[in-house]
């Protein structure tokens, strides 16, 4: 007989192994069904070990500019690049380890292998037919594996995966995602990446402290498009002067392969080529969900330009079928996958006042140098929807503790209705802006108004006085500029 459940989920990235948790402590019997590694992309192929590098670029950085503080360093500061891979692999090995403890800890059954659909709530798992990169070897100890298996509910979380574009796939070798950027068996002297969204520039703005001569070419009038315009503009203005070399509006048309390196016909919106030539090239152009195999479509279940269709909890048009996190649809982000499966466990438990997910007030970040973070609307966004709107603006080099760090270039941006005084958005560029943002977000999220944080004490000397500042800034009284 097939094993039964109250929930199963399929895939154990954030959204998945945080979902299993939480079901746990609601008193459900819940299993999780992973094909490659505990943790998922993120742990292990993402936002960990992508940050374990950058902070490994940033240490560099500060090195070569140890003067600037009256300090004197003896000798070349160089990259080891096997060992600065090794300590980006080992934090992620760390935290694998930790998911696995997690999921013995809460009692969460752990089902190895492919899972696939065959009822709305019965899965049969089976071997790993074609995973995307090397799954965990040897097999945990202590796992279930190939059978069938029941649930009352079954969540999908099954991430994503880069997307290629026709005639530019990816090769592991000349070109890469960003599986074979983060792991380098040596250090290029010469990269093209293309794209510019948060993974692209992550790694651009990487491989550019590690001394490579790097070319970033964006579709898009901005870097980072989905930021608003000022910040976007601001953050390429600090990229370029890193040395990186900046080609928007245009798009890599053709890749010719020589032994070593490839040639990228970069075209640009006038249909002008670019001839690039460079060691390698990263292909950013955004990510996929992984809904094939899942015998999603013999269900019926909906979905849309690759992911599934959910409503504010999670749900699908199938009963008893939810799906969370990237395979759910944008922003594809760990943070948003999280609180999507805490939301939909939740519901699924019948708790009372369980809010749909909101959105707008899903902060995103960017860790490259300088750092960009945002939640809400942009200034265009909110014109676009006739709101009348105040914006405040503050920089980084008016800022006492930003200028002490060495860090006075950036900005907070603020944007209020003006009728009402609700904060909608809040943008910023510059140093620790990835940890400033939540501020706004539980702003945000408590609903506040410009009079309370205006009369919220932000501690001084500190880089966050400069929210407050932009706030006053947005209502004429700004006070340090």
Not at 52 to 71: P, Q
Not at 281 to 295: F, K, R, T
Not at 376 to 398: H, M, N
Request: with cysteine; hydrophobic share 40%; net charge neutral.
């Amino acid at each position: 007989m097939a094993q039964s459940y109250d929930v199963i989920i399929i895939g154990s990235g954030p959204g998945g192994y945080v979902t299993a948790i939480r079901a746990a402590q609601l008193g459900l019997k819940t299993a999780i069904v992973e094909r490659e590694h505990l943790g998922g992309i993120c742990l292990n192929w993402g936002c960990i070990p992508t940050k374990a590098l950058l902070r490994s670029a940033e240490v560099l950085d500060n090195s070569n500019h140890a003067k600037n503080y009256g300090l004197k360093l003896e000798g070349t500061i160089t990259a080891d690049v096997k060992e600065v891979v090794a300590r980006s692999r080992g934090v992620s090995a760390r935290l694998n380890g930790g998911v696995a403890y997690l999921m013995k800890k809460n009692k969460i059954d752990v089902i190895w292998g492919e899972a696939k659909l065959t009822k709305a709530n019965e899965i049969v798992v089976g071997k790993i037919s074609k995973p995307i990169v090397q799954p965990q070897n040897p097999v945990p100890k202590g796992v279930l594996g190939e059978g069938t298996y029941t649930a009352k509910h079954i969540i999908v979380a099954t991430g994503a995966r880069p997307r290629a574009l026709p005639g530019i796939e990816p090769d592991g070798k000349l070109i890469w995602t960003y599986f074979e950027a983060m792991k380098p068996d040596f250090m290029p002297k010469s990269i093209v990446v293309m794209g510019s969204g948060a993974i692209g520039i992550e790694f651009a703005s990487f491989y550019r402290s590690m001394g490579v001569d790097v070319t970033v070419v964006e579709l898009m009038a901005n870097v980072m498009p989905v930021e608003d315009a000022e910040i976007s503009a601001f953050a390429r203005k600090q990229l370029e002067k890193r040395g990186l070399k900046i080609i928007t509006e245009a798009k890599v048309s053709k890749v010719e392969k020589g032994s070593d390196s490839i040639t990228a016909h970069v075209e640009t919106k006038d249909g002008k080529v670019q001839k690039i030539t460079a060691d390698r090239l990263i292909s950013a152009v955004g990510v996929q969900g992984n809904i094939e195999n899942l015998g999603l479509e013999a269900l019926g279940v909906k979905t849309d330009r690759g992911c599934v269709v959910i409503d504010g909890y999670g749900k699908t048009n199938i009963a008893g079928l939810y799906a969370i996190g990237d395979v759910a649809g944008p922003p594809m982000l760990a943070h948003k996958a999280e609180h999507e499966g805490v939301i939909c466990i939740e519901k699924i438990a019948g708790l009372p006042n369980v809010h749909a997910m909101d959105r707008l007030k899903i902060p995103g970040c960017t860790y490259c140098n300088p750092q960009v973070a945002s939640v809400g609307l942009t200034e265009a966004k909110a014109k676009e929807q006739g709101r009348e709107i105040r914006v405040g603006r503050y920089s980084f080099a008016a800022n006492g503790k930003a200028i002490a760090l060495g860090e006075d270039q950036g900005m907070v941006k603020t944007i209020f209705d003006k009728k009402t005084g609700e904060l909608i958005g809040a943008h910023m560029v510059g140093a620790e802006v990835t940890e400033l943002i939540q501020g706004f977000v539980v702003a945000m999220n408590l609903e506040t108004t410009e009079e309370e944080l205006m009369h919220t004490i932000f501690p001084h000397p500190t880089l966050s006085e400069m929210m407050k500042e932009s706030v006053l800034d947005a209502y004429g009284r700004v006070l340090n500029a």
